[in-house]
């Protein structure tokens, strides 16, 4: 049997810092720092206006007094309802990390973060087309505008929205790490 012997080639190591002068390092950047994944700053502010688009598409609908008598506007009560725990929660994740400085970056918990971004912004974005479908139906093939809240279902149904397109971004970039690790 010929088996060959492994050769050792010596690298190089780098020069030695020295303190003051210009031989101060530079911050590392890593690619898993990329702004919108969990713990950054664009993370956040993400989240942040995940719950304030769904907490507006909440108060909108619930406000109105004929809500109950239609099931997609029910539904939507209730997406955006989980939206803004969800989005509530992570907030205060992505908040409590960026003022101790941790990184988010465990496989574990960007998994959960994948997982729950994309069945919140699923369930957001049904609710936002069952919603605007049923009040294009009352207000353009009904006609039936006079007598119902067609400007408030269409602010909640278009708030609905903001907030499924402002998940969007949070889910896929989670999940983009996630897959790439």
Request: glycine content about 10%.
């Amino acid at each position: 049997m010929n088996i060959g012997q492994g050769a050792v080639h010596p690298v190089e190591a780098p020069p030695m810092q020295t303190e003051g002068g210009g031989n101060v390092p530079l911050p590392r950047v890593r690619m898993m720092d990329i702004q919108g994944t969990p713990g950054t700053v664009g993370g956040l502010v993400l989240r942040v206006f995940q719950l304030l688009f769904a907490v507006v598409a909440l108060s909108v609908m619930a406000t109105t007094s004929d809500f109950p008598s239609v099931t997609a506007f029910c539904y939507l009560v209730a997406a955006a309802g989980l939206q803004s725990l969800w989005s509530l929660a992570l907030a205060l994740v992505d908040a409590y990390a960026l003022l101790v400085g941790r990184r988010l970056q465990n496989p574990r918990i960007v998994s959960l973060f994948a997982i729950g971004d994309g069945v919140t912004s699923t369930l957001t974005f049904a609710a936002a087309c069952a919603s605007a479908g049923i009040t294009v139906l009352i207000g353009n093939d009904l006609g039936a505008c006079g007598k119902n809240s067609c400007t408030e279902f269409e602010t909640a149904a278009a708030m609905a929205f903001l907030s499924w397109f402002t998940a969007l971004p949070s889910f896929l970039l989670n999940f983009w790490s996630l897959a790439s690790r």
